[in-house]
């Protein structure tokens, strides 16, 4: 992991593949400025803190409220095929969900015909600019919150059952006990969660983005990731493709910082 980072040195110069690394040209801040200054910047920066946040704000509390859930089911064979069922997704390949994504919400899809018969839309959902973020953020939320939700249900598993038992003594229903017995045993392990979703917050995953996106459609799904992969392996720009890269885990490292330090304030819990 660290001694390939040498490579980003490659943003601060001119790189020539014959010539290699250290003999290509130095040509400083250039390509972060032509990054900051072009007209793609504020689309991709928005597009990726857009399509980031609604992960965020609709997928981080789903494996959290399904692991409570699950933990509440007494049948232990109804559980596992729950549990088996919601994990599925998440070991099928990013190009198989791509590709279903693409045939369901094309113009003759089943979820196309359902959402056009509701809202009176017309034509292709995924060849939509309005379209992207939610089939993006909702698939995204489907293939993993039944993944996720592991390690949420290991931290329930390691509450005292002494505590739950005090608690129905004290008169304390169902609701009660989640509210005050499983939801504090499960903070921590929620905050260092949150703290590494925020961490990653511009790391939006850009094999699926790239392989749902169209031209038709840059205006929502072009995102920092598929910016940089079009610069470095179609156009070729490494110096630049890089450039860009290392300023979106710049920003990354920041959030992470900031993230970690509200959480100590508020709540007294942090990585660090």
């Not at 094309?106 to 509701?118: A, E, H, L, P």
């Not at 009176?120 to 039944?146: A, C, E, M, N």
Request: one cysteine or more.
């Amino acid at each position: 992991c660290y001694v390939p980072m040498y490579g980003v040195l490659i943003a601060f110069k001119d790189f020539k593949p014959r010539l290699g690394i250290m003999e290509s040209s130095w040509v400083g801040l250039k390509y972060f400025k032509e990054f900051v200054g072009s007209v793609f910047f504020g689309r991709t920066l928005k597009n990726t803190i857009v399509l980031s946040g609604l992960n965020l704000l609709f997928g981080f509390g789903a494996p959290i409220v399904f692991a409570i859930l699950l933990n509440e089911v007494r049948n232990l064979r109804f559980k596992k095929v729950v549990q088996t069922i919601t994990y599925l997704p998440h070991f099928i390949t990013t190009v198989v969900i791509a590709s279903l994504l693409l045939v369901f919400t094309d113009s003759d899809g089943f979820i196309t015909q359902f959402v056009n018969s509701v809202t009176g839309h017309t034509g292709s959902l995924i060849g939509d600019k309005d379209f992207f973020r939610p089939i993006y953020v909702i698939s995204d939320i489907w293939q993993g919150f039944g993944w996720g939700s592991i390690v949420y249900l290991a931290a329930i598993m390691g509450i005292n059952p002494e505590l739950y038992e005090a608690a129905r003594i004290d008169g304390a229903n169902k609701f009660r006990q989640i509210l005050h017995v499983t939801i504090p045993g499960m903070l921590p392990i929620v905050v260092v969660m949150f703290i590494m979703a925020v961490g990653g917050l511009m790391n939006v995953g850009w094999e699926k983005a790239f392989l749902l996106q169209s031209p038709i459609t840059y205006e929502t799904s072009d995102i920092i990731s598929t910016f940089v992969y079009r610069k470095g392996f179609e156009d070729m720009n490494y110096s630049y493709s890089t450039a860009v890269g290392l300023f979106n885990s710049v920003i990354n490292l920041i959030l992470l910082i900031l993230a970690n330090k509200m959480s100590n304030r508020v709540t007294g819990k942090g990585l660090w």
